[in-house]
């Protein structure tokens, strides 16, 4: 069904969403990546650096310092305005995002784990109006939805050959996805009705990567980033339960539905580049393409007084996201605190992966700016602190629009525990 007009959102912190267009499909994809990748709005298939864990590509691991011990944690706090039909519901929530960890396990082989949000479900909203024929009778439709699926992953890079590495990101998926439609009405002679969909998840993901880096010159080089991600079923039995409840004698009606396997994750495709001018100015752009539209989800419905809760075509669309960022850092080993300082920016477009009573769900623009900002202390300069602010606007034709700024987080921890000492 299209969002309502008029709603009210409650905050539901745990997930990290207030969306109510976290109601469909699997939840709201979440952004998987780490500080450095957010200040430049996501981008990063193509960068392999050093002294960053960038998960988005398991290649890069095989760039890691051989030095040290790399740890990276973030959180975020958003403010998002929902508006349609004159409405206006501001709603707020802050969020654990990450926590990675990797280091140089062998000469040109980098090892990552960690974990990270993979979908995120959080809203509650309703929607009142007349009954058809009746002025006397309003009924009130209220959604609610909790949840989302976790993932915790294990990941190598491997240089086989000078600037040519590949590697492959293992992960486990778990959650509980609860959502809930509840009818009612103002005629206390009219049964109610409710439904309750409720799915769990237990399953693995896997993704692979290739980045090929050269040198065009003694100041440029070029990197290309490939990715691919396995499309599955997700060990999964959905389950729908509708319960209709007589008002006047209080007697409930139960019938419960239930398919098997019915959860699937596409096939996805992601590529990029990425132009180093003297390890100075980073520049690159990322295009990922995920298979939704090859993927049924089930849906309950009900024709000529028969329901069905089964597998269903179309309700699914393929989703395209194009991002375009880059980051600055004047010298890297300057004694100048600014001169080290990383300046970071980004900008995306993407198209929706679910669609809502047979049309497109909103599209979305976002674009980000940030910092990395160095450590310096006694016993460490190699820390960064990657703060990083993001205005994401989600927005279709006659649906409710979005407008969502966050900010982004995320310690980047960076020890030499591998450095061999030299005691006279």
Request: with cysteine; charged share 15%; aromatic share 14%.
């Amino acid at each position: 069904m299209a969002v309502a007009a008029a709603f009210a959102v409650t905050a539901t912190a745990q997930s990290g969403t207030n969306s109510p267009y976290s109601q469909y499909g699997l939840g709201l994809l979440s952004e998987q990546s780490g500080g450095f990748n957010r200040g430049m709005n996501g981008l990063g298939l193509a960068f392999r650096e050093h002294n960053q864990v960038n998960y988005l590509n398991p290649a890069s691991y095989s760039a890691l310092d051989s030095l040290t011990f790399i740890f990276d944690a973030g959180v975020s706090g958003q403010l998002t305005n929902f508006s349609e039909g004159g409405h206006k519901v501001n709603a707020k929530n802050a969020d654990f995002e990450y926590a990675v960890a990797a280091f140089r396990a062998f000469k040109h082989v980098g090892v990552s784990f960690g974990i990270v949000p993979f979908t995120n479900v959080g809203y509650n909203y309703s929607y009142s109006d007349y009954l058809d024929g009746d002025r006397s009778t309003v009924y009130t439709n209220t959604y609610a939805g909790s949840g989302g699926i976790h993932q915790v992953y294990f990941g190598v890079g491997w240089e086989f050959l000078k600037g040519l590495s590949v590697g492959a990101n293992v992960s486990y998926l778990w959650g509980d996805i609860d959502r809930s439609v509840v009818n009612s009405y103002s005629d206390g002679y009219i049964n109610t009705l409710s439904k309750y969909y409720t799915a769990t998840v237990s399953s693995y993901k896997l993704d692979v990567g290739l980045q090929y880096s050269f040198n065009i010159n003694k100041k440029n080089s070029m990197a290309v980033g490939l990715t691919y991600g396995l499309g599955h079923k997700l060990n999964s039995d959905p389950t729908c339960m509708v319960i209709s409840t007589n008002t006047t004698t209080a007697v409930a009606d139960t019938s419960s539905y239930t398919v098997h396997n019915g959860l699937e994750l596409p096939s996805s495709f992601g590529a990029g580049v990425m132009w180093n001018h003297a390890g100075r100015l980073k520049v690159g752009a990322d295009f990922t393409l995920q298979k939704w539209g090859d993927v049924k989800f089930p849906v309950y419905s009900v024709t000529n007084n028969v329901p069905s809760y089964a597998l269903t075509d179309g309700y699914y669309s393929d989703r395209y996201k194009v991002t375009l960022g880059g980051e600055f850092c004047n010298r890297e080993m300057s004694r100048r605190f600014i001169d080290r300082v990383r300046f970071r920016a980004g900008v995306s477009y993407a198209t929706p992966y679910y669609k809502i009573n047979g049309a497109d769900g909103p599209s979305e623009v976002s674009v980000s700016a940030g910092f990395g900002i160095p450590i310096v202390n006694a016993y460490n300069n190699r820390s960064m602190l990657n703060i990083s602010g993001q205005w994401v606007r989600s927005a279709a034709k006659g649906m409710l629009t979005e407008n969502t700024f966050r900010i982004n987080i995320g310690f980047t921890f960076n020890e030499r525990w591998f450095m061999k000492w030299k005691v006279d």
